[in-house]
């Protein structure tokens, strides 16, 4: 856990980095702080809807319509599984769990706006980098583990809201779907790839 917060820090100081830079850059540049819930599809492991999640982003405008950003974000998806028995060959165990999936996925993002100024700015963008999975298993006594990398893609659709009129502040809304390659299999929970949708509710600077 010590390595997952260093390199959340690491990446917030990144995508921080361009307001540092000069006026002409922060004039550019602009940052997403959102809460997540999310939903997991295709999956019999933690499948339950959660808002356990957040994102951050910052980004830099190439043109007023075309933006390149970095982005974190991070969500835990939880499910209780009453008491059952599970057979493995010869052995077998009696017992209740809980399933907890941690997802940590990080890289670029690509966006096009299509309305430059004025209070409302929809967009679409993907985001492509790479996801830190961590699948536990917690029994009465002991907790079982996987840790598995993958590959991550993200498309979404949002808008950024500037009520303020000569302010920079806003808030931000975006629906998003993600898949990436993560495989992982823990007692009879399994996931061939990681399916995701949800939506995002936070503010835009």
Not at 70 to 86: C, E, G, M, S, W
Not at 105 to 120: M, Q, T
Not at 150 to 163: D, L, Q
Request: charged share 15%.
């Amino acid at each position: 856990m010590k390595k997952i917060n260093k390199l959340i820090a690491l990446l917030i100081v990144c995508m921080a980095m361009p307001a540092l830079a000069g006026a002409q850059v922060l004039k550019n540049a602009y940052f997403n702080v959102d809460w997540q819930m999310n939903a997991p599809l295709n999956t019999n492991f933690a499948d339950k809807i959660s808002g356990w999640g957040m994102n951050l982003e910052g980004g830099y405008f190439l043109t007023p319509h075309w933006s390149l950003e970095a982005f974190l974000d991070f969500h835990t998806n939880h499910k209780y599984v009453p008491r059952q028995t599970i057979t493995e060959g010869t052995a077998s165990l009696t017992t209740d769990r809980q399933e907890s999936a941690f997802q940590l996925p990080f890289g670029l993002a690509a966006s096009y706006r299509f309305i430059s100024n004025g209070c409302l700015k929809p967009y679409v963008g993907t985001k492509i980098g790479t996801m830190y999975a961590q699948n536990t298993t917690y029994l009465n006594t002991i907790s079982l583990t996987d840790k598995p990398w993958g590959f991550y893609v993200s498309p979404e659709i949002g808008v950024n809201i500037y009520p303020f009129s000569q302010s920079r502040f806003g808030f931000h809304l975006a629906a998003y779907y993600s898949y990436a390659t993560n495989k992982s299999e823990l007692l009879t929970g399994c996931q061939d790839g990681n399916n995701n949708i949800g939506f995002r509710l936070g503010v835009c600077f």
